[in-house]
């Protein structure tokens, strides 16, 4: 029995030695892209039920085809399904939920969430 233990611990020494490691050099790079949000702002007012338009920065938009992202208002909801942040050219229509009137932000999520500042959401 301690033959076939030793054999076999042997075997998966030998079968580790013959795996190379990926090095940064064979990485394809990552592309991290954080837009910052433009609208909703501080002097923003929104109607609960009404369609609105989020917009983000461009300008530094790296050189890919597809960062996925999403939209939520904070502590709420989602508010947009997955969407493409590179077709959307920088803006997204969204429906704004009927919540309590009150201060929120939006999140625009992508390689990480970046907050608006606060804005006010008002009834109908």
């Known amino acids: 029995m301690r033959f076939y233990?030793?054999?076999l611990l042997l075997s998966f020494s030998v079968a580790g030695v013959h795996n190379k490691p990926v090095t940064n050099e064979e990485r394809s790079p990552e592309?991290?892209?954080v837009p910052k949000i433009l609208t909703p702002d501080a002097h923003t007012?929104?109607?609960a039920g009404h369609v609105e338009t989020v917009t983000w920065d461009?300008?530094?938009?790296p050189n890919a085809t597809s960062v996925f992202g999403h939209i939520v208002l904070r502590f709420v909801a989602d508010i947009t399904p997955s969407f493409n942040l590179v077709e959307q050219n920088g803006s997204m229509a969204v429906r704004v939920p009927d919540v309590k009137p009150g201060r929120?932000?939006?999140v625009l999520f992508g390689d990480s969430g970046?907050?608006?500042p606060y804005f006010h959401i008002k009834k109908h």
């Not at 461009?58 to 938009?61: C, E, F, L």
Request: glycine share 0%; aromatic share 26%.
């Open 45 to 47: 007012f929104w109607r």
């Open 114 to 116: 970046n907050f608006s």
């Open 104 to 106: 929120y932000q939006i």
């Open 5 to 7: 233990a030793t054999v």
């Open 31 to 33: 592309i991290l892209w």
């Open 58 to 61: 461009t300008s530094d938009q």
